[in-house]
């Protein structure tokens, strides 16, 4: 029933579990070895005892896997251990879940801009007049057309990141 003592409707025991008894360097060690779950270590000598279990797999404790058992000469001593059938649980396993990756924008690239160069204006060349006296026809210096510098503007795109 889960409450570590064998009580009298409790018949059922465990055959295969390993049960160690130790005092200082020496072990001595019994296999349970048929339904009743009954085991016996025997030819102990005297002395303060570290008894212990095999938890078997797919059992849970109901006492302690660990018991302080004292051996007199001449004596016997008794040392039980609970266990139960375990219930299966169900641990959920985490499953990866997908995380958007963000798309990067493209990042528009600057295009130079040819700068207009100044053109020098046609001079006209001088033309005889039929006076009787040569005039001189001033001629035009070249002139700059004055051109106007683009202005270039630059924007940066960041990649918008979701959280």
Same mark, same amino acid.
């Given at each position: 029933?889960g409450?570590g003592?064998?009580?009298?409707?409790?018949?059922?025991g465990?055959?295969?579990?390993?049960?160690?008894?130790?005092?200082?360097s020496?072990?001595?060690?019994a296999?349970?070895?048929n339904?009743?779950?009954?085991?016996q270590?025997t030819?102990?000598?005297?002395?303060?005892?570290?008894v212990?279990?095999?938890?078997?797999?797919?059992?849970?404790?109901?006492?302690?896997?660990?018991?302080?058992v004292?051996?007199?000469?001449?004596?016997s001593?008794?040392?039980?251990?609970?266990?139960?059938?375990?219930?299966? %649980?169900? &641990?959920?396993t985490a #499953?990866a879940? $997908? +995380? =958007?990756?963000?798309t !990067?924008? @493209?990042t *528009?690239?600057?295009? /130079?801009t040819?700068?207009?160069?100044?053109?020098?204006t046609?001079?006209?060349?001088e %033309?005889? &007049?039929e006076?009787a #006296?040569?005039t $001189? +026809? =001033?001629t035009?210096? !070249?002139? @700059?057309? *004055?051109?106007?510098? /683009?202005?270039v503007?630059?924007r940066?795109?960041?990649?918008?990141?979701?959280?």
């Amino acid at each position: 029933n889960g409450d570590g003592w064998r009580q009298g409707t409790e018949t059922t025991g465990l055959a295969g579990v390993w049960i160690h008894a130790k005092l200082g360097s020496a072990t001595y060690s019994a296999l349970s070895v048929n339904p009743s779950g009954w085991y016996q270590i025997t030819g102990l000598p005297p002395g303060v005892y570290t008894v212990t279990e095999e938890q078997p797999l797919g059992y849970t404790s109901t006492s302690p896997d660990t018991l302080t058992v004292n051996v007199v000469a001449g004596g016997s001593s008794l040392a039980n251990f609970g266990e139960q059938a375990s219930t299966p %649980t169900f &641990t959920p396993t985490a #499953t990866a879940t $997908e +995380t =958007p990756t963000a798309t !990067p924008t @493209a990042t *528009p690239t600057a295009t /130079p801009t040819e700068t207009a160069t100044a053109t020098p204006t046609e001079t006209p060349t001088e %033309t005889p &007049t039929e006076t009787a #006296t040569p005039t $001189e +026809t =001033p001629t035009e210096a !070249p002139t @700059a057309t *004055p051109t106007e510098t /683009p202005i270039v503007t630059w924007r940066i795109y960041l990649p918008l990141m979701l959280r």
